[in-house]
Each structure stands twice: as structure tokens, then as C-alpha cells.
């Protein structure tokens, strides 16, 4: 369960918890006796059943609860984060259009600047993730178009400003461990579009 929704299930099994008794093998061709109606391989299979302790039992289901918690949060956080991935990239490509033509209107070239990084360096250790992310849409903006498509240009800016935003975000209180993660994800993510380009 996540946000109290059922994503799956894992379970278990088969083991009895004590030896069968009489009852037992009268319940079992009970509850089966529409499945088949010759039990000796039914019964031969259970008597290979292993019989665990009320303990054991206990244990190995917490350590299923356990297993299927970190997995379902897991994949629940890449989908989250994803998602966020790509609401900035939809931001991104907004910017890009307006951007593209305003300059076609104003033929002016959009030219990188200093003063922008320097306030997305003071927004970053202020912890103002909002505007951060919108400064940060407007230089890698300004990255793009002032390339004039040259990805050298690119790649080298984009390097530099990630360098310098996980520096300013470790010594804000940012775990080096999260900022790696996140330039990773950035990275993979570069490389897949300048392969599809």
C-alpha cells in the first residue's frame, strides 16, 4: 500500500504450522473436492510440507512486509520523480518556444549571464526551490540559445552549472549522495536526447 493504494501483492508459502492431525485431512478433501477427487498425491504433497514454528512464521512475514515496502516505495519514488523530471522538461521546452520567438520578434541574441547564476547560487542556499527551478529553466535557456547550437558550448555551460549548483547545495545541507543522484539522472537523461537528435 502506498498513499492507500494496493500496488501488488507477495506471498508466501506453502508450510504448516504443526503436524496435521485427523481434522485436517477431512478439511483439505473438503475444500478440494472440486478440484479432484484422487487425494493421495494431494496428500503425499503435503506430508513433504516443512512444519515452522508460530515464530518463524511471524518472521518471515514481517520480512515480506518489509521487502514489498521498500520495493513499492522504491519504484513509487522513481515514478514521482520521473514525473517531476518531466514537468521541468515541459517548462523547459515552454521557455525554449517563448524564448525562440521573442528573439525571432526582437532579433536579439540571448546572451548568458553571470548576474542569473550568481542569484540562482543565493536561491539555492535560501532553499527557495520554486524559484530556483524557474531561474534555473530561464539560464539552461539561455545556455541553448546562446550556443547557437553548438554542443560543445552546451555541454561544457550545462557542466559548469551543475557543478556549481551541487556545490552550493551540499554546503546548504544537500547530502552529496542526492546531488550525485540527481547529476546522474541529468546526465543519462542529456545523453538520451543529444542520441534521439
Not at 493504494?5 to 503436524?19: D, K, P, T, Y
Not at 521487502?67 to 518531466?86: H, P, V, Y
Not at 521573442?102 to 542569473?116: A, I, P, R, V
Request: hydrophobic share 40%; charged share 30%; proline share 1%.
Amino acid at each position: 500500500m502506498v498513499d492507500g493504494r494496493h500496488l501488488g501483492s507477495i506471498i508466501c508459502g506453502q508450510v504448516l504450522m504443526w503436524e496435521p492431525e485427523e481434522f485436517f485431512w477431512i478439511e483439505l478433501r473438503e475444500m478440494n473436492k472440486s478440484l479432484t477427487s484422487d487425494f493421495k498425491e494431494l496428500f503425499k504433497a503435503v506430508e513433504e510440507l516443512p512444519v515452522v514454528s508460530g515464530d518463524t512464521v511471524q518472521a518471515a512475514s514481517y520480512l515480506l512486509y518489509i521487502i514489498a515496502n521498500f520495493i513499492t516505495r522504491s519504484g513509487w519514488e522513481q515514478k514521482k520523480r520521473k514525473e517531476e523530471l518531466m514537468i521541468q522538461k515541459l517548462r523547459l521546452n515552454e521557455e525554449l518556444e517563448t524564448r525562440k520567438k521573442l528573439e525571432e520578434q526582437l532579433g536579439q541574441l540571448f546572451t548568458y549571464s553571470m548576474n542569473k547564476e550568481s542569484d540562482l547560487m543565493e536561491l539555492i542556499k535560501d532553499g527557495n526551490t520554486e524559484q530556483a527551478n524557474r531561474l534555473l529553466t530561464d539560464l539552461t535557456t539561455d545556455i541553448i540559445l546562446g550556443s547557437k547550437g553548438n554542443m560543445d558550448v552546451i555541454r561544457t555551460r550545462s557542466i559548469e552549472l551543475i557543478v556549481m549548483t551541487s556545490r552550493t547545495a551540499v554546503s546548504a545541507g544537500v547530502s552529496q549522495e542526492r546531488t550525485s543522484r540527481i547529476n546522474v539522472s541529468s546526465h543519462e537523461s542529456d545523453g538520451r536526447k543529444a542520441a534521439d537528435a
